[in-house]
Nanobody, 130 residues
Framework: QVHLQESGGGSVQAAGSLTLSCAASGYSPTGRYSMAWFRQVLGKEREGVAHIDSDGTTNYGDSVKGRFTISYDNNKNILYLQMNDLKPEDSATYYC???????????????????????WGQGTQVTVSS
């Protein structure tokens, strides 16, 4: 059984940094993975932030390119999101997600389709103050 648990959220001032973690128990026993970070603000649609898979593909949302970095520690089964130069508009609940099936070389549009992911964490709140 797959369980995703996010941590690392909190409150930070603009231009600050945070690192989110997502412990993925029961996922990727073969070492293959396709995981992503999404975020959602109350009343708005869930937005894809960053994606990574074991085929070497990474994707980033346009608003976070150059500021956020996604990585996955396959030995520890932990997904990370390093967030630098945070802005108030980055405030949201951040969710990690994992897929069982995916295609190689996904575009951002494909990688950020929530339907692709069959496992989701409970979310961690990030608040950025100006």
């Amino acid at each position: 059984q797959v369980h995703l648990q996010e941590s690392g959220g909190g409150s930070v001032q603009a231009a600050g940094s945070l690192t989110l973690s997502c412990a993925a128990s029961g996922y990727s026993p073969t070492g293959r993975y396709s995981m992503a970070w999404f975020r959602q603000v109350l009343g708005k649609e869930r937005e894809g932030v960053a994606h990574i898979d074991s085929d070497g593909t990474t994707n980033y949302g346009d608003s976070v390119k150059g500021r956020f970095t996604i990585s996955y520690d396959n030995n520890k089964n932990i997904l990370y999101l390093q967030m630098n130069d945070l802005k108030p508009e980055d405030s949201a609940t951040y969710y990690c997600a994992a897929a069982s099936f995916w295609v190689k070389g996904m575009t951002a549009g494909q990688a950020f389709d929530p339907v692709l992911y069959n496992y989701w964490g409970q979310g961690t709140q990030v608040t950025v103050s100006s």
